[in-house]
């Protein structure tokens, strides 16, 4: 099972980038790792995948070393609205048996400061 | 539009009544899912649907049984309500396990 470790908290401030790692020592060679973002009382969203190397969309960046066993979100210039719950998965794409895992991480609370 | 969605949003129901949480989604996603995400905030994979198989089935007492009629819905339905299944459950779709669209969640609350 490819469980993910992240750090329970972080501050930052408005106007800065804010970087969040997650930890996947045991991701199978099929899984994605995915980053959804949660605000309160509404459901988690998706942000950006990647499987390998540097994805960047226009929210994120996602950072994955060549061994996989960790990844980066980049939040650039973050706002008072990016304040959340980030969530990092790691599963496959193509699961077709019940071997195959989705495990959400514990999420990490962002807060920005203003 | 909404993408995702699930009704009731509200549910306050007594211990060991039967309830259903339905769930619909428009975005013609083969894959639909249903997650419960208790005080903690643990979001916790419950079952898993691919053109209507079941494909995920976590370790989850058999009073929860899902029920998909076709692609476009998948249905949870909760015998003898516990106060420990009191948690927001979330219902999901993607296309072959991509990223996942999330509903609006169901607050259930048994007392």
């Given amino acids: 099972l490819a469980k993910t470790t992240q750090p329970i908290s972080m501050d930052s401030y408005e106007g800065q980038e804010v970087n969040i790692t997650c930890s996947h020592n045991n991701i199978a060679t099929n899984d994605y790792i995915t980053w959804y973002q949660q605000f309160p009382s509404q459901g988690p969203r998706f942000i950006i995948q990647g499987y390998k190397t540097k994805v960047t969309n226009e929210v994120a960046s996602l950072f994955i070393p060549a061994d996989r066993k960790s990844s980066t979100l980049s939040l650039p210039r973050v706002s008072l609205s990016d304040t959340a719950v980030y969530y990092c998965l790691v599963g496959g794409s193509m699961m077709r048996n019940r071997d195959d895992k989705i495990i959400f991480g514990k999420g990490t609370r962002l807060h920005i400061l203003p | ?111």
């Fill in chain 2, 1 to 111: 539009d909404t993408a995702v969605s699930q009704t009731p949003k509200y549910l306050v129901t007594q211990m060991g009544n039967d309830k259903s949480i339905k769930c619909e989604q428009n975005l013609g996603h083969d894959t639909m899912y249903w997650y419960k995400q208790d005080s903690k905030k643990f979001l916790k994979i419950m079952f898993s649907y691919n053109n209507k198989e079941l494909i995920i089935n976590e370790t989850v007492p058999n009073r929860f049984s899902p029920k998909s009629p076709d692609k476009a819905h998948l249905n949870l339905h909760i015998n003898s309500l516990e106060l420990g299944d009191s948690a927001v459950y979330f219902c999901a779709s993607s296309q072959q396990f991509r990223e996942q669209y999330f509903g609006p969640g169901t607050r259930l609350t048994v007392t």
